[in-house]
Nanobody
Framework: EVQLQASGGGLVQAGGSLRLSCAVS????????MGWFRQAPGKERERVSC????????YYADSVKGRFTMSRDLNKNKAYLEMNGLKPEDTAVYYC?????????????????????WGQGTQVTVSS
């Protein structure tokens, strides 16, 4: 059974940095599209970043572009979300997600509905 586990959240001051990790099991990265999403209290889950295994391209939401970087370590079977220049509005529960490339009939659009595998979420709180 494929599993994802997100970690690395915490409390940080505005302007600070955090690196989120997503440990995956029974998983070959090249066969899966990966994504990071977040959900703030009272708000819809929103996309943060997605990586296409088809062409290696990475999408970033405008709100995080230039501050967040998505990467992966194939040897450690982990995906990462490096977050710099954090702002109070980045406060949310962050989730990593995956979907098998074979399940998609079109290039990934980085919407939550496309992803069938989810980690449990990790809380990120940015104080002003």
């Amino acid at each position: 059974e494929v599993q994802l586990q997100a970690s690395g959240g915490g409390l940080v001051q505005a302007g600070g940095s955090l690196r989120l990790s997503c440990a995956v099991s029974k998983f070959t990265f090249d066969n899966y599209e990966m994504g990071w999403f977040r959900q703030a209290p009272g708000k819809e889950r929103e996309r943060v970043s997605c990586r296409s295994s088809r062409d290696g391209s990475t999408y970033y939401a405008d709100s995080v572009k230039g501050r967040f970087t998505m990467s992966r370590d194939l040897n450690k079977n982990k995906a990462y979300l490096e977050m710099n220049g954090l702002k109070p509005e980045d406060t949310a529960v962050y989730y990593c997600a995956a979907v098998g490339s074979w399940e998609l009939t079109a290039p990934i659009r980085c919407t939550a509905s496309e992803f069938g595998l989810w980690g449990q979420g990790t809380q990120v709180t940015v104080s002003s």
